[in-house]
């Protein structure tokens, strides 16, 4: 970071001033920036894990011989099925609006901000982000308990019951993150709201403030220029 004219440049970052950093465009650029990384990670995070998905049922050795419940079958294929089609719609979400918002960024002007569909494809980028991260994991981590149970169920019953033992606590302590994540967020969204609003009504107050000054000193100035009017015409 240097320091040029009273304005500070960082490698990556557009040059703004410090007043106009919560101007609307700069605050549309920092909402543009949040969505290039949810779609980032949710198009990684995807890729990865319903390739997983594939290659574990593509690998699953499975015969008639294993006396494996036809409810856990069902069971795994319903769910690999669902792993594989919600990541795969994340990743096609993200491979559709993530070049349009990296084109804008890397131009790193704030004044194009408004050329990104970030703030009309929203709602799809929040999908594509809890498609991959909340109901994606989720998915995931019955995956692995019902893959699991299938694969072990023929040799030892005691083994797949195991794996359903400790998914069970990680499945809380996931969700109990993710509860508290999103409560967390929310709290932050909502001072940086409070003290945005806060910062509007200072500066309305400031504002009417002085207005009335100034109307004030211009009533003044009117008296003061009505009087030496009169005196001149009485002398």
């Known amino acids: 970071m240097s320091n040029h004219g009273g304005a500070a440049v960082t490698v990556g970052v557009p040059v703004m001033l410090a007043e106009n950093l919560?101007?609307?465009?700069y605050v549309s650029w920092r909402k543009l920036q949040l969505s290039k990384a949810k779609l980032k990670a949710s198009s990684k995070t995807s890729a990865l894990l319903s390739g997983f998905a594939m290659v574990a049922m593509v690998e699953v050795n499975l015969s008639k011989d294993m006396m494996v419940p036809t409810e856990m079958l069902i069971a795994f294929t319903v769910c690999t099925t669902l792993l594989v089609a919600v990541h795969m719609l994340a990743l096609m979400i993200s491979t559709c609006i993530l070049p349009n918002i990296d084109a804008v960024c890397s131009l790193n002007s704030v004044n194009l901000v408004h050329e990104s569909p970030h703030e009309r494809l929203h709602w799809y980028i929040e999908t594509a982000w809890a498609f991959s991260t909340l109901l994606g994991l989720i998915l995931f981590l019955f995956e692995i308990a019902i893959l699991c149970w299938v694969k072990f169920y023929g040799i030892s019953e005691l083994a797949a019951w195991s794996a359903c033992v400790v998914l069970v606590p990680v499945l809380i302590v996931f969700i109990a993150?993710?509860?508290?994540?999103?409560?967390?967020?929310?709290?932050?969204?909502?001072?940086?709201?409070?003290?945005?609003?806060?910062?509007?009504?200072?500066?309305?107050e400031q504002i009417e403030a002085n207005d009335t000054n100034g109307t004030h000193g211009q009533g003044m100035s009117t008296d003061v220029s009505s009087y030496r009017y009169g005196h001149a015409q009485i002398v």
């Open 22 to 25: 919560n101007s609307p465009a």
């Open 177 to 204: 993150f993710a509860v508290h994540f999103y409560q967390t967020m929310v709290a932050h969204k909502y001072e940086v709201s409070r003290c945005g609003i806060r910062e509007l009504e200072l500066l309305k």
